[in-house]
């Protein structure tokens, strides 16, 4: 790869993470809003309400859920899942056509082929 195209896929890169952290905020804000406001709600009438036992289910529901998808979404992030969210299809595209090639054509330095379950 040239230096022109490896400049012009960093700066595409760098484009597309800020685009990417702005709908984060976008979205990830306004949704923990959301979701305190909903806690507070249910503590506020498991408090007053004798009867508001049954918010206690909800919110360990809310809180546990939220707190997987946060971890998972920070695990993901750690992990670099969202660096390059093209390159999937390209290595899936690849090896379908490695997959395609006669037995006797493959190219010595690919990766192994997976057994062929069906007989052509």
């Known amino acids: 790869m040239t230096a022109e195209k490896?400049?012009?896929?960093?700066?595409?890169?760098?484009?597309a993470g800020w685009v990417t952290l702005g709908f984060a905020v976008v979205i990830l804000i306004p949704s923990g809003f959301g979701f305190v406001a909903k806690f507070f709600e249910f503590a506020a009438t498991f408090r007053q309400d004798p009867s508001g036992a049954f918010?206690?289910?909800?919110?360990?529901?809310?809180?546990l859920a939220s707190i997987g998808f946060m971890l998972l979404l920070i695990w993901a992030t750690w992990n670099g899942m969202f660096r390059d969210i093209e390159q999937p299809k390209f290595d899936m595209l690849r090896r379908e056509a490695q997959l395609d090639l006669p037995p006797g054509q493959e190219d010595p330095e690919a990766p192994l082929r997976s057994p062929q379950l069906f007989a052509d």
Not at 55 to 63: D, F, G, H, Q, S
């Open 55 to 63: 918010a206690i289910t909800p919110m360990l529901n809310y809180l």
């Open 6 to 15: 490896q400049s012009k896929r960093k700066s595409a890169t760098s484009w």
